[in-house]
């Protein structure tokens, strides 16, 4: 049958707002969590990282939310720009310890920014 | 410190055909995965690798196959290509250790016509 792309959730917000762009994960024992931004051809660029031990981890701008009880993660980018305007991904590891580098990717947010 | 190179950028296939698709890491990153990402499916893992062996594999058919060299350069392989297998083509290079974050390069976009 013929394919259907995802439809991804947006976000559109002016310059010099604060973002929130959220994600729910699904494996409960998945311990580590990067968000990424991706932009138009480009491949995904690394924003930050939190591991399962934590709650909040603050980068430059940024500040990722962890919520393991309800499963949720959620990125915070604080003034946002235009050249912030990119699709955003979260991605969990859910394969423990067996893996260095195996993600699984959330749909992403579409992310708009208005001057 | 270069970061992990992806040849060809693009490249065009005819139904049936192989393609073979080349990730180089970063300098001292022993660990090499790939992705396919389309706009049906979203980002979605195929294998892993780390010295030289398959450590994980996704859900894809036999005809996704890769490979990687002691120096840590990694290819991947698409045999009987299928007009779905139109996709960009992601690979990303992390450290050895649990949790370390994954770079990605800028993807091979591959047609199949």
């Known amino acids: 049958g013929e394919s259907v792309g995802l439809h991804l959730p947006t976000l559109s917000v002016q310059e010099g707002d604060n973002s929130i762009i959220n994600c729910a994960y699904s494996?409960?024992?998945?311990?580590?969590f990067i968000w990424y931004k991706q932009e138009s051809g480009k491949g995904p660029q690394f924003i930050i990282d939190?591991?399962?031990?934590?709650d909040k981890r603050q980068g430059q701008r940024v500040t990722v939310l962890l919520n393991k009880t309800v499963k949720h993660l959620s990125l915070q980018i604080a003034a946002t720009q235009p050249g912030d305007s990119a699709v955003y991904f979260c991605?969990?590891?859910?394969?423990?310890?067996?893996?260095?580098?195996?993600?699984?990717f959330g749909q992403g947010t579409i992310l708009t920014v208005h001057p | 410190k270069a970061g992990v190179t992806q040849t060809p950028r693009y490249l065009i296939k005819t139904r049936g055909q192989q393609v073979t698709l080349s990730c180089s890491p970063i300098?001292?990153?022993?660990?090499v995965s790939w992705y396919q990402q389309t706009p049906g499916q979203g980002l979605q893992f195929l294998f892993e690798?780390?010295?030289?062996?398959?450590?994980n594999k996704g859900n894809f058919p036999g005809r996704f196959s890769g490979r990687q060299f002691s120096n840590s350069r990694s290819e991947m392989n698409v045999s009987t290509l299928e007009l779905g297998d139109s996709a960009l083509y992601l690979c990303?290079?992390?450290?050895?250790?649990?949790?370390?974050?994954?770079?990605f390069g800028q993807g091979t976009r591959l047609t199949v016509v």
């Open positions: 990303a290079s992390s450290l050895v250790g649990v949790n370390t974050e994954a770079f």
């Open positions: 494996n409960s024992a998945s311990d580590y």
């Open positions: 300098s001292g990153h022993r660990s």
């Open positions: 939190i591991r399962s031990n934590m």
């Open positions: 690798y780390f010295s030289e062996t398959q450590r």
């Open positions: 991605a969990e590891n859910t394969a423990g310890g067996t893996s260095y580098g195996k993600l699984t």
